[in-house]
């Protein structure tokens, strides 16, 4: 192809830029041959000539198209040259964020400075098991395929890493590390990863520093070896270091600084343990401060350092040792400041003695100072005669010290990296290994010195491997394809190498200069003019003649020689060594001893395949002399081996390029970029590739791509490799430029790109003519849609113009109508005015004469009036003063006549008749009072004779009552203050009382309003409950009349959410179920613990009681010890006398019971006793102090009682009353609705309500008994009065001798309180004795308080006699024991010996009778926890049954299958007899042995039908051994039997129908009434009588959750290879292949992939459904499973496609709408769309439709956000960045629309993961099915051999 054809009109070309080294622009003028110069348009619209030389000068490369650009391999660019590669990096990293891209077998990692999300567990997995090429380029995918071929050809394997400082090796190396840790499987793993990853801190410290470049430049390369044993698992580790930057210790140039580990170390010398070391700042030392600032910016040395010996700790560096290491880097900071004196022109030079920093230096290291002394300034030379000590010159000297510290530091280097790879080892034989390579990359510097010499010598023979690797791989892959190839010419930089380490090269003649004696660097450099200067690698710099240039592959470098043979030598004489070696610290010894006394210093296995590693680290030399092999020669011969190991293993390539020097993130700098890919030997890689057939195209996508290009005769024919073969052809006419392979097309670089070209050139023919017939069509139809719309607004104009004049018209006769009219109003409107103006007027003026003649009327009446009343009062005046008058007279005169009256009286009563009419009859009444004297002295003889015996004991009682008396005042006489208090006290509860009586009232008042709206408010919600019900009749009327649609969705809406919540509710009790799996074989070890002294066996509930009976007998967990005691001694009435004399455990526990009983007897009458003493000391203080308390306490007893026993029934009946209303109305209304909720809340509010007043009733109480005690003190109250008349005579109570009732006594109550807060007049308070009722108060209220406090008393000393109970029982215990023993010493050893067997075997049983009550308790507790975990079960199944309707299609299945079942038998009873020893022929011939096909024909689940059978029988004999074996040997069978076949779907899925049908039987047949509702009268007979099986349904259910999951990680394990090839690659649609985007080139390692097709995948899910259908499986559980796995699909292929560029098109997108349609059509066709398995598969269908919308404007991102709610928004993001065109036409998806569709998703919570978890399993439910065949119908088929199972 000539370069006219290419350099035509709209090409796009490449052409150099000094800022973005290349710049795109377009030719606007086609190139002829012969032009100078091409005319060029830039992207800015600018014009520019391009000049071309004919002579030398070639033309401008040539751009890709568009649809190449972002490709994930740079090889698969057509044109392959430095601007394509660059531009596509440029590309992937700015606008779609991808940092990493293949070219070829290289990765190529570009650091984004900045954290991504896609190193999380879940892409790790992701990755995993994928091949090279398949997924996004990823260090994940470089990794899986190292650990897979390591797998597959048992071959080690070697991931190479390198670039420049800071470009990220070192996570790279990382992230590598953690996918082997990860993947690996190891028990271990993370711990060694943690460990590598610990020594990192500590690798920084002393082998990183700062360089111009970089802050945290590493200045060693490492080889970490990850061994693996034959399962391919992580067993160790082992690190190997390479040339160490030593001079960096001596030296740092401008703007750099040392290792770490100094400035660390200084920052922290104010610590005291480093007082010693004598250690200031970092400024202060001559090693620490040659660069000049010895800070970086936002880094703290100090916590860098407390890191660092954290990590020393973590990887077991003992704190003595880390001290010893840091007094060593001290000890070279002292050295480096040693003041080194000359002397004689600086021949001879010397150390002071006083110098400190040598004092520090010697005590540091613990050598001898005069030695060191001496010997830093003197040298030995040794002759064949004898020995020499010469003086060193100045420059000797300095070099000497600064070698010593050099070498210092490499060993202290070398030691740390040895505990290392301690930490790493492992004693497990290693079978394979695969290493990481971290290396530091090609370096070029201002000054490049020695260093910089060795790390190029090093990248180019790593880059010659890497070269002869790639054009190996290139060969392999034209052998395999057939090609014809010759050798291609890639370049070789052997002569550079030959250059370097060849015999005479520049390594040979700088080890010779360093042998002689004189050598200088001048003397080196002038050697190497001489002897290189006609090789082509090597050039003499012009200006300067101790320097030189060498050509690497990368770029040329130009080296200085100064100080090359110095840093070669690395010279440390052996006296200073031998002082080292003689230091009195251990460590520092060790550090110089010789090879052989030398530990190893790495890790060697012991048999590696197919190499023998060996140690990358120089082995410690002979300290002779001058350590006569040198640096360079050490380093050349550490990189052989590094080479021959990375030979001996599989290579794979991880370049790391660093975008900018700033650190910014997602920022390019194109000249950094060119100049690292330069270096890294990535445009090697390009160069290769495009020296042969880089673009490689299968038959396949060839065809599909370009055949548009074909004529209709070629796509007539079917072999598409002759089409192709024709094609090329015909198009290509150089047939070199493009060869046939078997199964692949090659083409030569540039050839893709003109096919692109010829097929954009066809496709825009065809558009032109598309555009041209569409513009006509479009034209024509616009024209005719002109003439119509003319012709229409002509119409409407004539007649709006025919409207207007009308219009007119018409307004101008109605406005003469309105002028008229309106005249006529306004004339009317005047008159109207006036003629109100003057009706006013006259109406003002008439009523204000008639208010004058009022007023005056009204004056006169009031006038009259007043007369009136004065007029009076002066007449009733004068009548009561002559009233007055008259009385005066009156009494005057009445008294007058009463005085003489009174007179008269007195003369007569001293008169003698008078007193004869006295005394007549006295004589007779002496005479009979005589007799009565008589008699009363015989009567009171006989009372003193009584007396006296009386007065005796009366006085004996009183003496000994006056001393109790004496001794209660002497305990009381503390009390004075208290009473005071007291008195104080009553009068503030007496303000208390008062305010309660006043709240009460409110309280009552409140309540009573408050009950009023109660009622009042439930009237009006009965009356609202009434129209809502009307309303709802009428709105159900509405609803039905409606569309059946909208009801269906609401329901369906509804239903959705009830299933998640039940969901939710599934989920939490299959946790609950693994965590019983647990506790219950927790239980079952400590019952196999306890079964020496518990027999097993089932507990059985007696024969006519059912389970719900049982377990409503045990409302409480903790039954008494008496009712165990009664169980005990049920149980040895049930077993016999003789089975219970054996029973030991059962007559143990009844001895200890016996025993506490006894114990608690004696309590009992201790207690009784005390209180009968304290009962007849209070009964005589209370006779003898107050009689009458008795009679107020019974009072206010019998009174309380009497109320509370009234209102508790009261209170009783309503509250039964109220629950039973309720409880009718909730079974009538089993929908809540508002007006019950507010119905409930009323009855709360109200019972609150009637709490409150039960509280205040009692306060009432209390109160009501004080007062009705003051009317019982009567005698008091006379007292009282007689005390105040004797006090006051004149003054008296008239009302105190009346009856105070009860109701009266209150109100006086009450108007003492209100009066004592009005006044003090005792006259207005003596009114009807209320002072004496509130004195009664007082006084009770006192009694109350003090009674409370002996209350407190009583109880503090019942529990000081309870400890001492205690106390006196431990004594009793300790008393025994002590006896005991006594008895013991005095015994025999052997007698001792059985004794104390004989009392531990004592206490041991009360123990374990202790935890045997214990344990029974808990397993009653257990029991009712399970009863009420089976009745909420029960109640969320018949909640789901309800919900769900079972299918038609099954009912007709069992109905068929039932017509099968053979005729039953007359005397069958649906059991089967069997012996105990037939048990395990049972389990294996219907268990371990059954194959499904066996009963393929049968009844569905017929294993599960007759293993009840048989448990049916055994129930019905009772045997619960039998029962308890049966289960117990089925579920260990299935379980044997799912093991043995745990990747078989379809025993895994019968024994899952098995397991269930299993337990819907024991449940159907459990006799309980919610599992009895749908069997029919043959079925209640064939119930279980004996035994309640709820234990064992609970671990049937666990057992099939169990199957359950089996069954989905085998179905998981069938679908996992189909998913990503059926339903992401497949091509369902025809056509849309030939849109397929080029370019992708596979690297797979498995050249076998089977692809699979949709199809496929819907076979092997008919395969699943129809076994699970044909076993019988619940069809619930059907659909849960396809729930599962249509997840899975959904979660694999979103995966994929978010990890996969070529994927992400809108043709896919088409074809996956498509595919995800099928599965729904098929979902559809075995009724599973109620499922919910189509809504799993929702954010792969918004993903799909992602693909296919518009990308464009604001409005598209608004679409974009409000469909895709499936997805996060990383997941959109991510997929919008993963969008590619596949052809011309479409357009990319801009950074500006990303940006508008992340703003717009701000406000989500979405999380941050990327792919889904495919493993996750959603939560499963067994509903309850139960079967329509009797057991009495089944049939027992021959082929399963049971005949020794006897039907009943």
């Known amino acids: 192809m000539s370069a006219a054809q290419l350099y035509t009109k709209y090409t796009r070309v490449w052409i150099p830029d000094p800022d973005e080294v290349w710049r795109s622009a377009e030719i606007i003028k086609d190139y002829k041959v012969g032009d100078k110069s091409l005319q060029l348009k830039l992207e800015d619209e600018t014009l520019y000539e391009y000049p071309i030389d004919l002579q030398g000068s070639e033309l401008p490369f040539l751009r890709n198209p568009d649809i190449l650009v972002g490709q994930n391999d740079l090889t698969a660019l057509s044109y392959l040259h430095e601007p394509a590669v660059l531009h596509n990096l440029k590309v992937r990293f700015l606008e779609s964020n991808h940092i990493y891209t293949y070219c070829g077998i290289v990765l190529v990692a570009i650091n984004p400075y900045e954290q991504l999300p896609i190193y999380e567990q879940d892409v790790i997995y992701a990755y995993s098991g994928q091949n090279m090429g398949d997924m996004d380029p990823h260090i994940f995918a470089v990794a899986e395929e190292a650990y897979k071929q390591m797998a597959r050809d048992e071959k080690n394997q070697s991931i190479i890493v390198s670039g420049e400082s800071g470009a990220g090796k070192t996570v790279s190396a990382k992230y590598a590390m953690r996918f082997f840790a990860t993947v690996g499987g190891s028990a271990s793993e993370t711990n060694i990863e943690a460990k590598v990853l610990a020594s990192s801190p500590i690798m920084e410290a002393i082998g990183n520093a700062k360089t111009t470049r970089n802050d945290n430049s590493s200045r060693f390369g490492k080889y970490i070896q990850i061994g693996f044993d034959k399962r391919y698992h992580i067993i160790g580790a082992n690190m190997r270091t390479y040339l160490l930057e030593k001079s960096r210790v001596v030296f740092q140039a401008e703007d750099e600084r040392n290792y770490h580990i100094f400035y660390q170390l200084c920052a922290s010398s104010s610590l005291p343990e480093f007082k010693d070391l004598g250690l200031t700042c970092a400024e202060d030392f001559f090693y620490t401060s040659q660069g000049g600032d010895t800070s970086i910016d936002g880094v703290d040395d100090a916590d860098d350092f407390e890191k660092t010996r954290h990590a020393f700790t973590l990887l077991g560096v003992k704190e003595s040792h880390q001290m010893t290491i840091f007094r060593i880097i001290a000890a070279i900071l002292h050295l480096g400041n040693l003041k080194i004196q000359g002397e004689r022109d600086g021949e001879v030079c010397s150390v002071s003695s006083e110098d400190e920093h040598l004092k520090n230096f010697c005590s540091l290291l613990g050598v001898e100072h005069s030695q060191m002394q001496h010997w830093l300034c003197h040298r030995k030379l040794v002759t064949t005669a004898e020995t020499y000590v010469k003086s060193m010159s100045l420059h000797q000297v300095v070099n000497a010290r600064n070698a010593l510290a050099k070498h210092i530091y490499a060993q202290l280097f070398n030691w740390i990296v040895q505990h290392v790879n301690k930490a790493l080892h492992t004693t497990v034989k290693q079978h394979s290994f695969i290493g990481v390579l971290d290396i530091y990359g090609f370096e070029t510097f201002e000054v490049n010195s020695f260093e910089q010499f060795c790390i190029n010598y090093a990248n180019e023979k790593l880059q010659q491997q890497f070269n002869s690797h790639v054009f190996k791989l290139e060969q392999e892959e034209y052998m395999k394809e057939a090609i014809p190839w010759t050798l291609i010419d890639f370049y070789d930089n052997q002569p550079c190498i030959d250059l370097i380490e060849a015999k005479l090269g520049i390594l040979d003649l700088l080890d010779e200069e360093c042998k002689v004696p004189k050598g200088t660097d001048q003397n080196w450099a002038q050697k190497l003019y001489d002897r290189h200067a006609a090789s082509q690698h090597f050039q003499k710099p012009r200006m300067s003649n101790t320097s030189f240039i060498v050509l690497h592959f990368a770029d040329k470098v130009e080296y200085q020689s100064e100080g090359f043979l110095e840093k070669n030598r690395d010279t440390v004489y052996e006296e200073q060594i031998n002082i080292l070696k003689a230091s009195k610290y251990q460590m520092v010894a060790d550090l110089f001893q010789e090879e052989k006394d030398a530990v190893p210093t790495t890790a060697v296995p012991k048999r590696a395949p197919r190499i023998n590693v060996r140690s990358a680290k120089p082995a410690f030399k002979a300290a002779n002399k001058e350590h006569r092999k040198t640096v360079g020669h050490q380093f050349r011969n550490s990189l052989q081996l590094l080479m021959e190991t990375l030979n001996a293993t599989t290579p794979h390539y991880v370049r790391c390029i660093k975008p900018n020097d700033e650190k910014l993130p997602f920022k390019f700098d194109p000249k950094r970029a060119v100049q690292q890919l330069r270096a890294c030997g990535v445009l090697e890689t390009i160069r290769i590739s495009a020296a042969g057939f880089p673009s490689r195209w299968s038959y396949t996508d060839f065809f599909n791509r370009y055949r548009v290009l074909m004529s209709k005769r070629d796509l007539s024919k079917n072999d598409k490799k002759q089409i192709c073969q024709t094609l090329l052809e015909e198009l290509i006419k150089d047939p070199d430029k493009f060869q046939f392979g078997r199964t692949k097309i090659f083409f030569r670089a540039g050839q893709v790109a003109y096919l692109e070209k010829l097929r954009a050139d066809k496709f825009r023919a065809a558009t032109i003519m598309i555009q041209k017939t569409v513009r006509g069509w479009l034209e024509r139809t616009r024209f005719r849609r002109l003439r119509r719309a003319t012709l229409t607004l002509q119409c409407y104009t004539r007649g709006h113009l025919a409207r207007r004049l009308f219009e007119h018209l018409r307004r101008t006769r109605a406005a003469i109508i309105l002028q008229k009219q309106y005249r006529m109003l306004r004339m009317r409107r005047a008159f109207l005015r006036v003629r109100s103006a003057t009706l006013t007027i006259q109406a003002f003026a008439r009523g204000m004469f008639v208010r004058r003649i009022y007023r005056q009327m009204l004056m006169e009446h009031k006038a009259t009036i007043l007369q009136r009343y004065a007029r009076g009062w002066l007449a009733r005046a004068r009548f009561r003063r002559a009233r007055a008058a008259a009385v005066v007279l009156q009494c005057h005169w009445r008294r007058l006549k009463a005085r003489r009256q009174l007179q008269a009286l007195r003369i007569e009563a001293r008169s003698a008749q008078h007193l004869k009419k006295l005394n007549i009859g006295m004589e007779n009444k002496v005479v009979q009072l005589q007799r009565k004297v008589d008699e009363q002295n015989k009567e009171n003889k006989l009372l003193n004779e009584q007396l006296s015996m009386l007065t005796s004991a009366h006085s004996s009682e009183v003496e000994k009552l006056k001393k109790e008396l004496q001794q209660y005042q002497q305990t009381q006489q503390g009390d004075g203050k208290q009473l005071l208090s007291l008195q104080e006290e009553t009068e503030r509860l007496q303000m208390e009382l008062k305010r309660a009586h006043g709240e009460r009232e409110v309280m009552e008042d409140s309540h009573s309003k408050e009950r009023d709206l109660l009622k009042k408010r439930i009237s009006d919600l009965e009356e609202e409950n009434a129209l809502l019900k009307q309303e709802k009749e009428e709105l159900n009327s509405k609803i039905l009349c409606q569309s059946e649609d909208e009801f269906a969705r609401n329901t369906v809406e509804e239903n959705m959410q009830m299933k998640k919540e039940l969901e939710e509710e599934r989920s939490r009790y299959q946790n609950l179920v693994k965590e019983y799996a647990s506790l219950e074989q927790r239980y079952d070890n400590l019952r196999d613990e306890m079964s020496i002294f518990k027999t097993p066996g089932h507990r059985r509930n007696p024969s006519n009681q059912s389970s719900l009976e049982s377990d409503s ?694 999380p941050t993961q990327l792919l889904l978890d495919f493993k996750h399993l959603f939560p499963v439910l067994f509903p309850f099915n139960p079967s329509a065949i009797t057991m009495d119908s089944i049939h027992l088929p021959a082929s399963l051999n049971l005949d020794f199972l006897n039907k009943v």
């Open 1113 to 1806: 007998n045990n409302p409480s967990i903790c039954t008494s010890e008496i009712g165990d005691t009664e169980d005990v001694i049920q149980q040895v009435e049930e077993i016999g006398m003789e089975k219970a004399a054996m029973d030991m455990t059962l007559f143990l526990k009844l001895q200890k019971r016996v025993r506490e009983l006894e114990v608690e007897r004696k309590k009992l009458q201790a207690q009784l006793e005390k209180k009968e003493q304290e009962s007849k000391k209070s009964q005589v203080i209370e006779i003898k102090t107050e009689v009458t308390s008795e009679h107020e306490d019974f009072a206010y007893n019998s009174l309380k009682r009497q109320e509370l026993e009234s209102e508790n029934k009261k209170l009783k009946n309503e509250l039964n009353e109220l629950r039973k209303a309720i409880a009718d109305h909730a079974t009538q209304n089993n929908s809540a609705n508002d007006v019950q909720d507010g119905y409930s809340l009323l009855l709360n509010q109200l019972k609150s309500a009637n709490e409150e007043l039960e509280v205040r009733k009692e306060e009432v109480l209390i109160l009501r008994s004080q007062i009705m005690k003051a009317a019982q003190q009567k005698e008091m109250g006379k007292n009282m009065v007689k005390k105040r008349e004797s006090i006051s005579p004149s003054a008296s109570w008239p009302n105190s001798d009346r009856h105070v009732d009860q109701e009266d006594a209150i109100e006086a109550y009450q108007g003492i309180c209100e009066t004592n807060r009005k006044t003090e007049d005792w006259g207005y308070l003596n009114e009807d004795g209320e002072l004496g009722l509130a004195y009664q108060g007082l006084k009770q209220v006192a009694r109350l308080l003090e009674a409370q406090l002996q209350e407190q008393r009583r109880e503090h000393e019942e529990e000081m006699e309870a400890l001492k109970n205690q106390v006196d029982f431990m004594q009793e215990e300790l008393e025994k024991q002590q006896q005991a023993f006594l008895q013991t010493l005095q015994l025999s050893p052997e007698v001792q010996v059985e004794f104390g067997l004989q009392q531990e075997i004592t206490r041991l049983t009360n123990e374990n009778l202790d935890l045997k009550e214990l344990l029974e308790k808990l397993e009653k507790n257990e029991k009712k926890l399970k009863k009420q975990l089976k009745i909420y079960m029960k109640k969320v199944h018949d909640f789901e049954a309800s919900q769900t309707m079972v299918p038609v299609e099954r009912r007709l299945h069992e109905r068929n299958m039932q017509v099968a079942v053979q005729r039953k038998e007359k005397d069958f009873q649906g059991m089967l007899e069997y012996y105990k020893e037939d048990e395990p022929l049972l389990i294996r011939n219907l268990i371990t042995e059954l194959k499904p096909q066996a009963v393929s024909a049968t009844v569905p689940c017929l294993p599960a039908y007759i293993l009840y059978m048989c448990l049916r029988h055994a129930d019905y004999i009772n045997d619960d051994q039998k029962v308890h074996s049966l289960l117990t040997s089925t579920i260990n069978g299935v379980k044997k039997v799912l093991k043995k076949h745990q990747d078989d779907f379809e025993m895994t899925s019968f024994w899952l129908a098995n397991m269930c049908r299993l337990l819907h039987c024991l449940k159907q047949y459990s006799g309980e009434e919610c599992f009895m509702t749908q069997n029919t009268a043959k079925q209640n007979e064939h119930c279980l009588k004996n035994f309640d099986l709820t234990e064992y349904r609970q671990v049937l259910g666990q057992l099939s959750i169990q199957i359950y999951q089996q069954l989905i990680k085998i179905a998981r394990g069938i679908l996992h290879p189909m998913i990503v090839s059926a339903v992401l690659e497949n091509e369902s649609i025809q056509g849309l292949s030939s849109v397929k985007t080029v370019g992708y080139r596979k690297y797979s390692s498995n050249a076998g992939d089977i692809c699979y097709s949709l199809d496929e995948m819907i076979h092997e899910l008919n395969t699943f459904h129809s076994i699970m259908c044909d076993q019988g499986l619940d069809p619930e559980i059907i659909q849960q499973v396809f729930k599962q796995l249509f997840y899975m699909i959904n979660a694999i292929t979103l995966n994929n496609l978010l990890l996969r560029k070529d994927v992400c098109s809108w043709s896919t997108g088409m074809q996956l709408r498509f595919n995800i349609s099928q599965l729904e059509e098929w979902l559809r066709g075995k009724n599973l769309q109620q499922s919910g398995a189509a809504q799993t598969l929702e954010p792969l269908i918004q993903a799909a439709q992602l693909l296919q919308l518009k990308k464009k404007t604001w409005e598209d991102a608004e679409a974009i956000c409000s469909l895709c709610t499936a997805l996060t928004t990383h997941q959109i993001v991510k997929i919008l960045n993963l969008y590619t065109p596949v052809n011309e036409f479409e357009e990319r998806v801009t950074v500006a629309f990303i940006r508008d569709i992340q703003t717009q998703l701000q406000g989500r919570n979405d």
